[in-house]
């Protein structure tokens, strides 16, 4: 038997089924990741629109939960109200769209821990609500994200001469071509430890942005079994191949 259940919900991905409706994949607050239908979505009289599932939109759902089904039903969704920029602005919903990769590959279960799910939720807000640039946003989300993962890196960066080792998770000073050389471990010791409300206050070009991100996802696929680098990461680039 179904059981109706309220809860906030995370938007990992979607997909198209058949004419008019959805399947979803949420992170749910009160249930983890769960695979919903959303049927009708694409009807223009639908209570339940399409638009609603768009990268880690923040939603509040009503679901039907059954142990029996591997597809729920969702009943009832609405955008948070306060979502603005998220929705608008082209950079934050590149972001979102590349950091919904990475999420919809690193989590796999309907386990995922509460603390996990207030961090995302959190860092949505924070992202739609930054105004003074997002260029390094994603760096500091996805060394954050690694705690949730279990596979953090230790910042015991202490000398101008140490690299940082990918596959241990140290600084060191161990020199190996995987390896992130002392000329960018000082920063990547910096990205660690920033809150993502000053993600902007670490300066940082075009060459060096990528080159950090290249290497994170490395360490990803390093530490996370069966993670790929997003399809969405060429146009991230390109998103932000101007910025300061």
């Not at 609603?52 to 923040?58: A, C, K, S």
Request: proline share 7%; charged share 20%; hydrophobic share 40%.
């Amino acid at each position: 038997m179904s059981e109706p259940r309220k809860t906030r919900a995370i938007v990992l991905h979607k997909i198209k089924y058949r004419e008019t409706s959805l399947i979803a994949t949420l992170l749910t607050e009160s249930s983890g990741r769960l695979t919903v239908m959303v049927k009708g979505a694409y009807n223009k009289k639908s209570p339940i629109r399409a638009n609603l599932f768009q990268p880690l939109y923040l939603i509040d759902a009503e679901l039907l939960i059954s142990p029996k089904r591997e597809i729920q039903w969702i009943t009832e969704a609405r955008l948070v109200p306060d979502l603005t920029d998220l929705i608008f602005d082209p950079g934050k919903r590149c972001i979102a769209f590349f950091l919904s990769e990475v999420l919809y590959k690193t989590l796999k279960d309907n386990s995922e821990p509460s603390s996990l799910f207030e961090f995302l939720w959190n860092a949505m807000q924070i992202l739609d609500k930054t105004r003074t640039g997002t260029a390094n946003f994603h760096l500091v989300f996805l060394l954050q994200l690694t705690r949730y993962l279990g596979i953090q890196p230790t910042n015991d960066y202490s000398s101008e001469n140490e690299w940082f080792d990918i596959t241990t998770g140290h600084f060191s000073t161990f020199p190996t071509e995987k390896n992130i050389s002392p000329d960018y471990a000082k920063v990547l010791s910096n990205l660690l430890s920033c809150p993502l409300t000053q993600t902007e206050t670490i300066p940082l070009n075009e060459s060096s942005r990528n080159f950090l991100l290249d290497k994170i996802l490395d360490f990803y696929v390093q530490h996370v079994p069966g993670f790929t680098v997003p399809k969405s990461l060429p146009v991230l680039r390109k998103i932000f191949s101007t910025a300061p």
